[in-house]
Each structure stands twice: as C-alpha cells, then as structure tokens.
C-alpha cells in the first residue's frame, strides 16, 4: 500500500507513523535538470500527454521530427501531499519550444557553354553543330532545423553533380576563291552553300 511505499523510500530512522501518513509518492517535473514542481502520478501522466500531443502534431507531415528543445523530466520521490500541483500549474511554469527537423532537397541548374571552333571543311560564314550542349544539374540535400517554425540552421547531408555537356560549333573558315574547279563544277558554276549538300 502506500504506506509501504513511503516506508521504502524513506530512511529506515523515519519511523514516525502521522509523518507518514503525510506523504505521498510523487515526481518532481525537472526542466533541464532544474525542478519546476510536484505533481502526483495522474499528473505526470497529463503532463506526458500533452507533450506527445505536441509532438505529434509538429512531427504530422512525412519526413519531419519532432522534439522539445527543453529536456523534461520526471523524477519519482516521497514529499509532502500539500506540495503536489495540478498539471496544469506545472505546465504553466514550462517554456515548451519544439525542435523540427526535416531534409530539403534543392536542385540548381548549370547551364552549359558554347564553344567555337574554326574549320576548313566549312566555307566562312557557314556552321555546324558537332555536339548538342545540355545543361548540368546539381542536387543537394539539407537537413533543416526549425525552432517553433523558424529556421534556426541547416546542414548539407548529400550533394549530387550531373556536369554539363559544351556545346560545340565549327566555323567555316575556307574562301569561295578557295574551291577547286572540280567543286564548282559540279555546282554548275553556283558557289553557294546547297542545305544539307556535301559541294557547293
């Protein structure tokens, strides 16, 4: 009974019986090590409750965590039944802020570049695509820390990197003047670039 219980929680000199019938088992609610009250075992149990409560719905969306910043604590021990305080006096006395935590993951285009290069094959003023160029992407991850909503830090966890592929362009460089009586010949004396035509 709870009397027993008293007895064997306090010191064997403890032995006076009014005494004991004067206290009760309780836990004292510790914030961080330091107490901020007495409550009975229904209210350590409310008190359990309603941070869960908490947490559960700050940790609702998929991929998210949840904690309270502060470490509460319940400590069992033998006091007098006129210090106990309702749940609702002890939660009152407590600064509960939650910790959230969840990855972000960001993707960041990296556009490729345009190279030149010159040629002969090519009469001047004429092109050719010789690589098509295709953007990079890079994709990190973060773990984002919020403290009631607010960011208050964020760590890279992965960092993936696709690089981009140049685009490559060739540049005639070879004159009209240049081409072999054969070439125009066979142009029917045109010098004029023909589409897609291997002469000119």
Do not use: H
């Not at 009250?37 to 998210?64: K, W």
């Amino acid at each position: 009974d709870k009397a027993e219980e008293v007895r064997a929680l306090q010191p064997r000199e403890l032995v006076d019986t009014d005494y004991i019938d004067s206290l009760t088992c309780g836990y004292t609610v510790l914030v961080d090590g330091e107490p901020c009250g007495r409550v009975s075992q229904r209210g350590m149990e409310r008190i359990e409750a309603y941070i869960s409560g908490i947490l559960e719905n700050a940790s609702a969306q998929e991929g998210v965590t949840a904690e309270t910043v502060e470490k509460i604590t319940f400590e069992k021990e033998v006091f007098d039944s006129c210090d106990i305080l309702s749940s609702n006096t002890v939660l009152s006395q407590i600064d509960i802020n939650v910790k959230t935590t969840k990855n972000q993951v960001v993707s960041e285009v990296i556009p490729f570049e345009t190279v030149y290069e010159d040629t002969d094959k090519l009469i001047k003023g004429q092109t050719m695509v010789e690589t098509e160029g295709s953007d990079g992407l890079v994709t990190t991850t973060y773990e984002v820390c919020y403290v009631n909503g607010e960011e208050v830090s964020r760590q890279v966890v992965s960092e993936s990197v696709v690089e981009p592929v140049d685009e490559v362009i060739s540049s005639g460089t070879r004159s009209v003047a240049n081409l072999s009586q054969k070439q125009i010949e066979a142009a029917d004396g045109y010098a004029f670039p023909m589409g897609n035509a291997s002469y000119y």
